[in-house]
């Protein structure tokens, strides 16, 4: 608390990012990494770009990566921006399109930056919530309002709604933009970027912190028609005209053009995501359906912060939200097939 705060520092709540610890190794199952590591031919971009163009400031626009990335959806680059992480595109979105004054919508259970993000822009918003089987609530997220957020598939639930769900909401709200945050999809969702061209209201944002393993890189875009994109590079140009540098650049791009390794790395994860559930079930979990590289448990009768505290001990890091309706619940990332064995090891262990 400081006299020197303006009346928004005071109020807001920032988000609480899951621990990244410094001094101890544990087996990392907290913050959704991908655990086999960034395609070598993206390390290898990097290093060649680790040079003497370093003095000189970044493509502002990501031209090559913007290009790349429309090809791949058959669009043209202006339908896509590229920023740092898709948390900084995602802020730049509230910023540009939900400052009106009716309030945003989105799930009570989400990605818990949205709340966060509408009071550092002082914007209303209202929580809808789930069904009582974690279900996003369709019939609820339409009306008068500012805009509309869906992570799809929702984080921390792991569960994701069909396109045509996506597509009752885009045409329930069609004078306030829909944003859908993607940054599970490739793991078993289905995108709504084939939208794109019929929604004029529609932001779909994705990220390569996931599916290409590229977390520590920062590195995220939105795919949206030219007049939004348009309004995100105003906001971003007000901000921080060059958010990706050379070396993000350079690695993104050949990450994002190496198909085999991501479709590779992406099937393993799936695979493990399927054994892991049905073990943990076979343990006396409920698992929910996980189109993501989570899981989403919670044991019948081992609450979820001592089976949290037990893990910890043992040298293994899952994550846990203090909020009331999931407090029993722990979210999981997908690991490598032996990091998912020492976890239901440990389970056993202390169940
Ligand atoms: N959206 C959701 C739903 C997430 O879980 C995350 C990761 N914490 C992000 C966006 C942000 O990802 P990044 O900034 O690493 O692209």
């Not at 369709?138 to 008068?144: C, M, V």
Request: aromatic fraction near 10%; hydrophobic fraction near 40%.
């Amino acid at each position: 608390m400081s006299r020197f705060w303006s009346p928004i520092v005071h109020a807001l709540e920032p988000y609480t990012p899951g621990e990244q610890p410094k001094h101890q190794s544990f087996i990392k199952l907290n913050t959704n990494e991908n655990p086999w590591g960034p395609s070598p031919r993206a390390l290898e971009a990097i290093k060649d770009a680790s040079g003497d163009a370093l003095r000189l400031y970044p493509d502002p626009i990501a031209s090559d990566l913007r290009e790349s990335i429309a090809s791949t959806f058959q669009l043209s680059a202006d339908h896509i921006f590229a920023g740092n992480g898709s948390d900084e595109v995602l802020a730049h979105a509230f910023n540009a399109f939900f400052c009106g004054k009716e309030p945003v919508l989105f799930p009570e259970i989400t990605y818990a930056f949205y709340p966060t993000y509408c009071k550092l822009y002082s914007i209303e918003h209202r929580m809808v919530a789930l069904t009582d089987d974690f279900r996003i609530n369709l019939d609820e997220l339409q009306g008068p309002c500012g805009g509309v957020i869906i992570a799809n598939p929702n984080a921390p639930t792991g569960i994701a709604l069909p396109l045509e769900d996506i597509e009752r909401v885009l045409k329930a709200n069609p004078d306030v933009v829909v944003l859908i945050d993607e940054a599970y999809v490739d793991f078993g969702a289905e995108s709504a970027v084939t939208l794109v061209p019929q929604y004029d209201n529609l932001l779909v944002v994705q990220t390569f912190s996931k599916s290409r393993s590229l977390a520590g890189m920062r590195v995220g875009f939105a795919v949206g028609q030219p007049h939004l994109i348009e309004g995100l590079n105003r906001v971003k140009d007000s901000f921080n005209s060059y958010p990706l540098g050379r070396l993000s650049l350079a690695g993104a791009l050949a990450a994002w053009e190496d198909t085999a390794w991501f479709e590779k790395t992406r099937d393993q994860i799936v695979a493990n995501r399927e054994r892991l559930s049905e073990r943990m079930q076979g343990l006396g979990f409920t698992v929910l359906p996980s189109s993501t590289n989570f899981i989403f448990a919670s044991h019948e009768s081992v609450p979820a912060e001592r089976l949290l505290a037990g893990l910890r001990e043992k040298g293994i890091l899952v994550r846990h939200f203090k909020k009331e309706r999931i407090r029993n619940w722990l979210r999981i990332s997908i690991g490598t097939t032996e990091e998912c064995d020492a976890l239901l090891n440990a389970l056993e262990a202390l169940l």
